[in-house]
């Protein structure tokens, strides 16, 4: 057991360092709000794939991770990440049986939760964001899960 | 059709409650500390050290691009680049030969005034790193720091004009807010009759506005904006950018004023930061000599 978690966390952790190199690579302006949250993504598929291995932790300081290069509120996507991580933890074994059209639904969801969390801590703290376009992130996640999916197997196998 | 492979995700996950709430509590601490007390700013500039190998990861490959293009580009380029340079040059040294006597008399006025606020001490050029922060905010991040003496509020000038201001600085990076930041206000006067006003920026990269003119100010399309120095936090007398439109409806009491920014805040990749005399004599070290850009 303890060697297996062991074995787990170097993809974990790579995984995350790349989509957390994804979340800032420039790109040009329209294109920009369309840009997925990589990061978030990754972050649910640990949390789905081998939530003992410490999903929650990544999600936590994946979080962290982001709250310093998008230079918000230390927190904040900390936060974000920490309740809907749990949340997919918690859904994992519905969402391992579901179909692909399914999964992507509940992966929107979870994305729009997490979009939400920000939003409100972005008007708690009195720095809102009020545009329209924060919210087709979670569009474009869901319609990447898939892809993720067959990439993060491809990763796992090795 | 399901990709998960692992059984371990069938045992129980003993504790995700608590462990859910315990970072979540965390994360929420995190979040008023750093907003009410603003005693964080330690721990960010260590973490943003951490994340500062990522930033350059990404980054490099687009230099390197910039940096290959540069040393491939031919010789006639180089020559025709040179020629033009030269003439801007003349141009320049033209335009400057009145410039010590005009700031030797702005001086002598300042001095009348008993106000040198706003004079520009010393600058250090930074260049814009390829990394992109935030899609919804109007920043940019520049690889000079608190190492190279850079400070929280420093103003912030490209070519063209006033750029932005340091909003927070980490050891080796600094991200600078521009002046087109929807949270991001500016002290300016028009300068054909010294008309002063706040330029608010709108989260529009090209487009300021001046919310607090009255109906009847005196403003015209064409006007240049120039930061007056109230406040402390710019230099005095440079260009913000040029008034693009003026809607005046009569039934309101304040008119409605577009500007274009003066600076090229989508493309400029160096930026100078300046230090402002009198902060300069109290808070800093003996000025060291002003680093040479690399071009």
Redesign the interface.
Known sequence: MMRETRIRRLPMALSALVALALAVLPLPAVVDAFRPDFLVLVVFYWCIESPRAGGLSLAFFSGLALDVIHGVVLGQHALALTLMGAWATNLRLRIRVFSMLSQCLVVFALLTGYQFVLFWVDGATGNPVTTFSRWLAPFIGALLWPVLLGVMGKVHER | ??????T????R?TG??F??VL??L??????V???RYDN?GK??RL??V??YP??I???SP?EGWHWLRDSVTTRDVLRADKTKLEAELRVAQFRLQRYEALEAETQRLRALRENTAGVTDRFVIGDVM????????E?VLVDKGASDGIYAGQAVLDSGGVFGQV??VGQLTS?VILVSDA?HAIPVQINRNGLRTVAVGT?D?NRLKLPYLPTSADVVVGDLLVTSGLGGGFPAGYPVGTIAEVKRDPAQSLADVDVKPAAAL?RSRELLFVWLKPQAAELLPPPKPTPVPKK
């Open positions: 059709m399901v990709a998960f492979r692992s371990e995700a069938s045992g996950t995700l409650l462990r859910c970072y979540s965390l994360a929420l601490a995190l979040i500390v750093d907003k964080l721990i960010r973490l943003s951490v994340a990522v930033q990861a990404v980054a687009f390829n990394v992109d922060l935030d899609a919804f905010r920043r909003a927070r991200e949270a989260g990269t989508d």
